[in-house]
């Protein structure tokens, strides 16, 4: 049986604007490591060591807050205001055509859910207590 519990983002987001002149570049699509993302101008693209993604801008307009000015790339800190529910997989899975591995984290927060490799979600995340306290 998997069982979600509530996590919270800790870690810091590093994101910028999708332009029109992206969208022309990339022609609508990221390739993350967990598959391929469409996107409209007005998204934002997420960045670590391990790759990049997309976060909607409805996502980052309602979810995140800015902490950090941008760079000469356009990239600023972002960090995530909400908690998301989320559970360790046994097995490789995919959701909405990305793909989690056997360890890999399932999150899933306002009925969207995505895969977060495993080493990431456990420098990223926080387990937060049913009181809402943040579990140390």
């Known amino acids: ?10 870690a810091r987001t590093v994101a910028r604007l999708l332009t029109p ?3 022309g570049e990339r022609q ?3 390739h993350a490591p967990e598959g391929i993302l469409k996107f409209t101008p007005g998204d934002y693209l997420a960045k ?8 909607w801008q409805a996502t980052m ?7 950090a000015a941008e760079d000469e790339d356009g990239f600023a800190q972002y960090v995530r205001t909400d908690t998301s529910f989320a559970a360790q997989m046994p097995e490789s899975f995919i959701i909405d055509g990305m793909r989690g591995q056997a360890g890999d984290y399932l ?4 009925g969207s859910g995505w895969p977060v490799a495993r080493e990431i979600f456990e420098q ?12 140390e």
């Open 21 to 23: 002149q992206d969208f």
């Open 28 to 30: 609508g699509v990221v």
């Open 124 to 135: 990223s995340y926080v387990l937060v207590e049913e009181n809402g306290a943040i579990q």
């Open 107 to 110: 999150v899933i927060n306002d």
């Open 48 to 55: 670590d060591a391990k790759g990049e993604w997309t976060i």
């Open 61 to 67: 307009r309602d979810k995140y807050v800015k902490v």
């Open 1 to 10: 049986m998997i069982t979600f519990r509530t996590y919270k983002k800790v």
